[in-house]
């Protein structure tokens, strides 16, 4: 009798004490959502501004592109420390949590992606929602005096926020965050602070009045011969992605080694961009949402279309131009997805919002978020051929993609996901 007394007693202290260890992860995760919602809403509403500003009328202003450039980037090269590395520090924070993230880089990283919007470079948004998140965050861990074990959650809870939160989409940035660490390991432990801050801040940007494009439910008529074919697309919606991965990271490299001096790299990436609004006009700068709007709404789109949207992104990113990838490779895969419709006989929003999914999933080797993100924008009738479209671009793009510190434990094909409990 005091055996079983004994267990039973034993058996409540366990659960009180998950019971405890789950409520403090709430609250940490809901903390950490607050800070990403808080700062997402103020870096929405002042990217919506310069967007509008440089629109009406002021697309002359690309043509202060590389002195704004250059001005940034002195910015970050004399005040910013390891700032300049953005997503990459965090995810190198999550594996190895040595030191602490700057301070400095949020408000570094929200003006210069405004900067970069101003003026007209191709850039993305989600870096900035990341890093906002990320240093905000480990500025809570901080001044908690949490451990560094502690803070690597935190970390994750950071990135599930500032995704959930800038695109409207809390389930997938919670499965970002998770997944975005590792090519071939998925790790579940930090779940619960994860969902909770993607969860919250997208509730907090949502109540201090953002709105999110709201995109219409898809409820396609699915068939083994329509699945083929979005196979065929998810094999050039891979290689787009592997593209831009590649050409990126190699034009960094090749500045790197050839410019020594880093604000003259955004000189010379601005110059190219002037030269080429020069000839191909003003409708690839920025987020080129238009261009993502038309090509969901079934318009007929060239390929000219999405191959100038790769080739200006990757002249901004790759010269040090701040903001992200993630938004232009939304518009390259969509663009993409409306010019193979045609051909491929299909739907067009059907094959844009594929294409929307699988290009970022390949590129930033997330290919189960961007499946929950297509059910979440799109609904859930669009999923079997989203999956089938970013598994398929996932395994064609290679290991290597936007993120450097991923850390790769084998290859895609035949080394399983390993998952951790």
């Known amino acids: 009798m005091r055996d079983a007394f004994d267990r039973l007693t034993a058996g ?23 800070l990403a919602g808080l700062s997402s809403w103020v870096f929405l509403k002042g990217l919506e501004r310069v967007t509008e500003f440089r629109e009406h009328g002021r697309q002359w202003l690309v043509f202060l592109l590389p002195l704004a450039g250059m001005g940034m ?13 953005g997503s990459n520090l965090l995810i190198d924070q999550i594996h190895e949590p040595t030191e602490w993230v700057p301070r400095r880089m949020a408000p570094l990283v929200l003006v210069g992606t405004w ?21 905000l965050t480990d500025g809570l861990s901080r001044l908690l005096k949490l451990t560094p074990a502690d803070r690597r959650v935190m970390l994750i809870a950071a990135l599930a926020g500032g995704f959930g939160a800038v695109f409207g989409v809390p389930v997938a940035g919670a499965v970002f965050a998770l997944e975005v660490q590792a090519v071939g390991r998925l790790r579940f432990e930090p779940v619960v602070p994860a969902l909770t801050a993607a969860i919250v801040g997208d509730r907090v ?85 238009p261009y993502l709007a038309r090509a969901l709404d079934g318009d007929h789109l060239s390929f000219a279309v999405f191959a100038l949207k790769l ?38 929003p059907l094959l844009a919002a594929v294409g929307f999914c699988a290009v970022f999933g390949a590129a930033a080797n997330a290919p189960i978020a961007c499946i929950i993100m297509g059910a979440e924008l799109f609904g859930n009738g669009a999923i079997v051929p989203i999956a089938v ?21 084998g290859p895609k094909l035949g080394s399983g996901f390993e998952a951790s409990t």
């Open 12 to 34: 409540l202290g366990e659960q009180l004490g998950f019971l405890r260890q789950l409520l403090r992860w709430v609250v940490l995760g809901a903390l950490s959502g607050v």
């Open 73 to 85: 980037g002195a910015a970050y090269h004399y005040l910013g420390g390891r700032s300049h590395e």
């Open 115 to 135: 900067t970069s919007h101003l003026f007209g470079a191709s850039v993305g948004r989600e870096g900035t929602a990341l890093q906002m998140s990320g240093s």
């Open 205 to 289: 940007l949502i109540a201090l009045g953002y709105h999110h494009t709201a995109y219409a439910a898809m409820l396609p008529h699915v068939t083994p011969w329509v699945l083929i074919r979005i196979a065929v697309a998810g094999l050039l919606f891979g290689i787009v992605a592997a593209a831009f991965s590649g050409f990126t990271h190699g034009l960094k490299r090749v500045m790197a080694e050839q410019v020594t001096w880093a604000p003259a790299r955004p000189l010379m990436g601005g110059i190219v961009v002037i030269a080429l609004v020069t000839v191909f006009g003003h409708g690839y700068q920025g987020l080129s949402l």
């Open 311 to 348: 080739l200006f992104t990757i002249v901004c990113v790759g010269t040090g131009f701040f903001g992200g990838e993630v938004t232009p490779l939304f518009v390259m895969g969509a663009t993409l997805g409306a010019a193979l419709a045609l051909p491929l006989g299909l739907g067009g």
């Open 389 to 409: 479209g970013v598994i398929i671009a996932y395994f064609v793009s290679g290991s290597r993609g936007i993120y450097t510190s991923q850390r790769v434990f």
